[in-house]
Every structure is written in structure tokens, then in C-alpha cells.
């Protein structure tokens, strides 16, 4: 019997071991955890991807049309499956189903596929198609999904404002390109032409004009007002060309000059430039802690009004002033008004059983083409219209920017790396071989 014990505690283990594999196996299946330590968490999504995902509330099929091999990407679906695995992490039910182009040319025919690697996603009967795969374009066409209200934007026009879709410098282009991506739809109205502003328009986009506005026109803007319209007032450093009566209407004050910030000029950019770096608790800034920046911005003040209840967005220019004779590098105390300074308020109400919501930026530029992508000007603009077309849902945390993922070692830390694999590496295998090799022998 005891020729057989040693056999016998070792069946024991191994039972044992065996055992605790299936109960560890059997957690790990009910409570599945993964941790992602790499530097750019390139496994992991960002987190605005997993509160679009959060708003599906019901299975998301994606269909990909694409070739078993690519020419240059090789394993094409091999490539897909990883990367869709990122989201099906967070939501299970996404399934991924691939169609061959070549052997199903009919089914590529019906759903007007257009390229090789064309992907469909759909959700609650409708449809995105996505032709570049990436986390932006399959997180905005998840959000577009989940964004399923019919929210119309219309642009004042006719008097030189910026153009929604323009390409130039001083157009809104690439942000009306996000919105569309949204799922907005974007209109241009002029009211010298239109009998009024459409009662289905979400809000209305009021860029400043550069010639005089006709008091018929500002009429039709201060009806929307009084009417309970959403409004989002981008203020250039210029005369308001008769939109008097619109600042006098929101009780807001539009100081005379430009904003000057020195923390602008000790970043090495224009000193016009005024730098947005407080942002008071509000629904368009929850979680938002990027720098703006706001070229040739007016300084906004909200007088008492029983009638609004206002906010601050955004604060800026803490040891700045604002001159109206040119951009100097020194404050003058006799000409120049102290900071800080409003960047950007919100205004709401209560009309007729809803709430009318208002913003008012002290910057045009903050949007343009030429600025929209400084520090985090776009978010936040896109921030400003999911608050004012009541998509709090839609505000999310915005995608971080990347990390360089190159490894810089200075010539100390190199020589240490190559002494410790030359040298203490080998000396500490060598030093445990000859320990090793003394115990055997005693």
C-alpha cells in the first residue's frame, strides 16, 4: 500500500489541479474581465464609442461585403473580425456576417455595394454603409443610428455669413460635415426671401453678417425668440449690423474690442487669440476639459433677467483685457477693461410648456474651417448643438488624442539597457546555474 501512495497523492493533485482550472474556467466565463496596458490603449475603445453603444438598445447586424484575400491588406475579414471585436466586447449582441462580392454578385447588387471592404450596419430597420473602416466611422454610423429624431438646422444666409458647407478658411464646412454625420440635417434660409423661419427647424445657426441686416429680417429672428426657437449666435469682432435688437432682446452685453490673452502669447500663438480653460458645471461641458481657443473674441456679459436662466460655458483670459485700439503686448490701464471674461453663455426659458435653449459665442472664428480643429473647438461646438437640439445623449466624452507610439531613450538609459542584457543578464544566469550546480553536488 505504501508502494502506491506517492502514486496516489499525485493523482490527487492533478484532480485537484484539474478541478480548480474548471472552476477558474467557469468564472472567467460568467465574469469576464481584460485589462488593456498598452500605452494607446489600442485594444480598448474610446469612450465616447462605448456610450454610442450604450444608446443601442436592441442587436446591431454589420455586414461586410469583402474578398476572402486583398491584394494589399491581405486577410481582409481576419482584419475586421478584430477590430468589430473591440465592440462586440461591449455589446454582445453585434453580429458579423460576410458576403463575398465576387461569388454573390447579386446580394452586392441589391444593397448598392460600391467597393471591395464596403460595410453595411444596421439598426432598428435602418442603415449605415461605411467605406473606411476605423473607430470613427463605425462609432459616428453607430451614433447616427442611435440619433433617430428628425433634428433640422437652419443657416442664416444672405448677407455674407460663413457657409455651413463651405471649403474656404472663414466656412463652418467642417462642422457641418460632423453634424451630417450625426444625423442632422443642415438647410440655409434667407429671411429677406423666406415669410418665416419654419417651425420644424430644431434651431437656428445665426453667423454674424457682413452687411446691414433689413429691421424686416431681424424681426422674423426676434419672432423665433419670442416663439420659443433655439438659437446658436456665433459673434464676430465687428459691428452687429443690426442685430441690436436680438443682444437687446437676450438682455446680453457685446463689449466693444477684442479679448487679449497673455497665457495665448506664452503658448507661442497670435495674442488675439483668446484661450478657453474654464468651463463651469453644465450639460455641454460635462466631462470636457480640452483647451479652446477663441481668435478676436468679444467679451459677453448677461444682465439681470427674471426671465433667462443663464450660464457660463466658457471662461477665459484670466490676466487678459479687452482693447479696442489694436492688439498690444501690456495692458493700459486707463483704455483697456480686466479679465476675466465670458467666452461663451446659455440662456433658457420656459415657453409655451417647452424650453427654449440659447447660445451665444463671443468668437465666429471658433468654428471656422481654419480653427475648428485647435484644442477642442469642434467638440465643443458639436457639444453646444446636441444641448441645444436636446440631445444631452449625444454629448460624450471625446476621443483622446493619440500618444506616440515611438520609445525615445536618452544615451544614460540606453547604456543602462544595453549593460543590463550584456552584461547582468548573463552574469545573473551564469550566478544561478552555478547555484543550481553547488546544490545537486551537496
Excluded: C
Excluded at 473580425?81 to 458579423?96: C, G, H, M, S
Excluded at 460635415?177 to 440635417?185: D, E, I
Excluded at 469682432?237 to 438682455?251: I, N, Q, T, V
Amino acid at each position: 500500500m505504501k508502494r502506491f501512495l506517492p502514486l496516489l497523492k499525485r493523482i490527487v493533485t492533478l484532480l485537484l489541479v484539474l478541478a480548480a482550472a474548471g472552476a477558474l474556467f467557469q468564472v472567467a466565463a460568467r465574469y469576464p474581465a481584460q485589462w488593456d496596458v498598452t500605452q494607446n490603449a489600442l485594444n480598448s475603445l474610446e469612450p465616447g464609442s462605448v456610450e454610442a453603444l450604450a444608446m443601442l438598445q436592441g442587436p446591431v447586424k454589420i455586414t461586410v461585403y469583402a474578398t476572402e484575400q486583398d491584394a494589399q491588406l491581405g486577410d481582409m475579414r481576419k482584419l475586421i473580425r478584430e477590430f468589430v471585436a473591440l465592440y462586440q466586447r461591449y455589446k454582445p449582441d453585434i453580429t458579423l456576417a460576410f458576403v463575398d462580392p465576387v461569388k454573390d454578385a447579386e446580394a452586392m447588387r441589391k444593397a448598392t455595394i460600391k467597393g471591395n471592404g464596403e460595410m453595411v450596419v444596421e439598426f432598428a430597420g435602418r442603415s449605415e454603409h461605411i467605406t473606411t473602416l476605423n473607430e470613427q466611422t463605425l462609432s459616428g454610423a453607430l451614433l447616427r443610428l442611435a440619433h433617430s429624431k428628425d433634428q433640422l438646422l437652419m443657416y442664416v444666409g444672405g448677407h455674407g455669413e460663413r457657409n455651413r458647407d463651405g471649403i474656404a478658411n472663414h466656412d463652418l464646412g467642417e462642422v457641418g460635415s460632423r453634424l451630417q454625420q450625426l444625423g442632422y440635417r443642415t438647410s440655409s434660409i434667407n429671411l429677406a426671401v423666406a415669410q418665416d423661419i419654419p417651425a420644424n427647424a430644431s434651431m437656428l445657426v445665426l453667423t454674424h453678417p457682413q452687411t446691414q441686416m433689413l429691421p424686416g429680417e431681424v424681426k422674423k429672428l426676434l419672432r423665433h425668440i419670442d416663439n420659443g426657437g433655439n438659437l446658436l449666435w456665433l459673434v464676430d469682432a465687428e459691428p452687429l449690423r443690426g442685430l441690436e435688437p436680438l443682444a437687446e432682446k437676450l438682455s446680453l452685453t457685446v463689449m466693444p474690442g477684442v479679448v487679449i490673452d497673455p497665457a495665448a502669447q506664452d503658448m507661442n500663438v497670435p495674442p488675439n487669440w483668446a484661450l478657453g480653460t474654464g468651463y463651469p458645471p453644465h450639460a455641454v461641458t460635462r466631462n470636457f476639459d480640452l483647451v479652446t481657443v477663441f481668435p478676436d473674441a468679444r467679451a459677453l456679459g448677461i444682465e439681470q433677467d427674471d426671465d433667462w436662466r443663464t450660464h457660463i460655458l466658457v471662461e477665459g483670459a484670466a490676466q487678459g483685457w479687452v482693447s479696442d485700439h489694436g492688439v498690444d503686448k501690456r495692458m493700459d490701464k486707463n483704455r483697456d477693461i480686466p479679465g476675466p471674461f465670458s467666452l461663451a453663455v446659455a440662456l433658457q426659458r420656459s415657453v409655451n410648456d417647452r424650453e427654449q435653449r440659447i447660445v451665444v459665442v463671443g468668437s465666429g472664428a471658433f468654428l471656422a474651417n481654419v480653427y475648428s480643429g485647435n484644442g477642442g473647438n469642434l467638440d465643443l461646438g458639436i457639444g453646444m448643438v446636441n444641448w441645444l437640439a436636446n440631445e444631452e445623449r449625444l454629448i460624450t466624452v471625446q476621443p483622446h488624442a493619440a500618444k506616440d507610439a515611438q520609445i525615445v531613450f536618452s544615451k544614460n538609459q540606453l547604456a543602462a539597457l544595453s549593460v543590463s542584457f550584456l552584461v547582468v543578464f548573463p552574469l545573473l544566469l551564469v550566478a544561478m546555474g552555478a547555484l543550481q550546480w553547488w546544490r545537486r553536488k551537496h
